[in-house]
């Protein structure tokens, strides 16, 4: 289930609840923004409401004025709206021959070789950006620019973008809120990757693809977080772990997932940023294609500030 952000259904004419297994309506949507798009406004060039002059991205419709990465460069027109690079600098494919690809040197998986996109970025400022996503497992809302799992009690919650795509990179900014306490097994939060959504709205079995997870086991004693990569029934079942903290999962940890898939050797990379080391784990042999990209907890309740899939 998915909880709307406050004011967020006014403004978009959308339902106050998404129930789980739907898809957001982009009827709505697109007819708002395609009622300001162009409007001769010279005040106000992209009609989005905002003056120019305030405006942090001016020639690019914006209402909501999302800056994930606090450089005063608005998500709407930032080259990586994920790290703060208010130069906005792009050079060095150009440096070494090629043409600048528009995905800014801070952030891009190939600094060096031209040829990647942004398939998606999403700050989870407004109800809009939801658009193509599901939330078939769990109660998940939108609120103060995050995505929230709230579903304490539930063993397993999913969202994910129901597209079929082949990320190069996927990475997720996300807060640990919280673990389940008094339960055995394992605490898991993380990403899935060429997710074969589930046959049903609800089912809580996992999906086939790929997992990047952060894992601990419960109850939750002193032998810190495994970063984790599995494959779930895509001609076999296997993973790879590392341990890469030594504090234990708690309230408010901040943590990243970065997923890289190499679909030519193949592997998947996956590897926790904001660790104190960047180590990572990698599972070859690996039967990628494409598919989903989403989100999963296990026990944990999480929100997430942004997710960014980059892809050739």
Not at 50 to 67: K, L, M, T, W, Y
Not at 282 to 309: E, F, P
Request: aromatic share 4%.
């Amino acid at each position: 289930m998915l909880a709307s952000c406050a004011g967020c259904n006014a403004i978009l004419g959308l339902d106050q609840t998404h129930r789980a297994g739907s898809s957001v309506d982009a009827a709505a949507i697109d007819g708002a923004v395609d009622a300001h798009l162009y409007d001769a406004n010279p005040d106000d060039l992209d009609g989005d409401g905002v003056p120019n002059a305030s405006d942090d991205c001016p020639e690019a419709f914006d209402p909501f004025q999302g800056d994930e990465d606090a450089d005063k460069v608005g998500d709407a027109c930032d080259d990586c709206p994920e790290v703060a690079n208010a130069d906005q600098a792009d050079q060095m494919e150009v440096a070494a021959g090629m043409t600048a690809d528009g995905i800014g040197d801070a952030c891009d998986p190939s600094p060096n070789v031209g040829g990647d996109r942004r398939a998606l970025f999403i700050g989870f400022n407004d109800l809009s950006e939801l658009v193509g996503w599901k939330t078939p497992v769990g109660t998940w809302s939108v609120s103060a620019g995050a995505l929230h799992q709230g579903s304490g009690t539930a063993q397993n919650a999913l969202a994910y973008y129901d597209k079929s795509i082949s990320p190069t990179v996927v990475r997720v900014g996300a807060t640990i809120d919280g673990v389940t306490s008094g339960l055995s097994g394992t605490a898991e939060a993380g990403v899935w990757l060429a997710m074969k959504p589930p046959p049903s709205p609800g089912d809580d079995l996992e999906p086939d693809g790929y997992q990047c997870l952060l894992v601990q086991s419960l109850p939750a004693v002193s032998t810190g977080e495994v970063i984790q990569v599995e494959q779930v029934n895509m001609n076999a079942v296997g993973h790879v772990a590392m341990t890469q903290t030594t504090h234990v999962m708690a309230a408010k940890d901040v943590v990243q997932f970065r997923a890289q898939v190499t679909p030519t050797a193949p592997q998947v990379r996956c590897a926790d940023p904001s660790a104190s080391s960047d180590a990572e784990t990698v599972l070859t042999d690996t039967a990628y294609s494409a598919g989903a990209v989403g989100l999963r907890t296990h026990n944990v309740t999480m929100s997430v500030q942004w997710m960014v899939i980059y892809t050739r």
